[in-house]
């Protein structure tokens, strides 16, 4: 019998809880065999859109 396991893990900036200053919260999705679950970085970065990809500056 063939077992078959996944993950995966994608980031996003969380546009709907902008902060009075700019920043936007980014925001990580885990996913394990279907299962899914979200949780904040605790990260911030101002959004800066260039050629339709997001770059994250200051991150760190």
């Known amino acids: 019998m063939k077992t078959t ?3 995966s893990i994608g980031f996003w ?4 809880a902008i902060k009075s200053d700019g920043q936007i919260p980014i925001y ?3 996913r394990v065999d279907g299962k899914s679950a ?3 970085v ?4 101002d959004q800066v859109q ?3 990809f997001y ?6």
């Open 5 to 7: 396991k996944s993950f």
């Open 13 to 16: 900036l969380k546009k709907t």
């Open 28 to 30: 990580a999705r885990i």
């Open 38 to 40: 979200d949780i904040s």
């Open 42 to 45: 605790k990260r911030t970065t």
């Open 50 to 52: 260039n050629l339709g």
């Open 55 to 60: 770059h994250f500056k200051n991150i760190i």
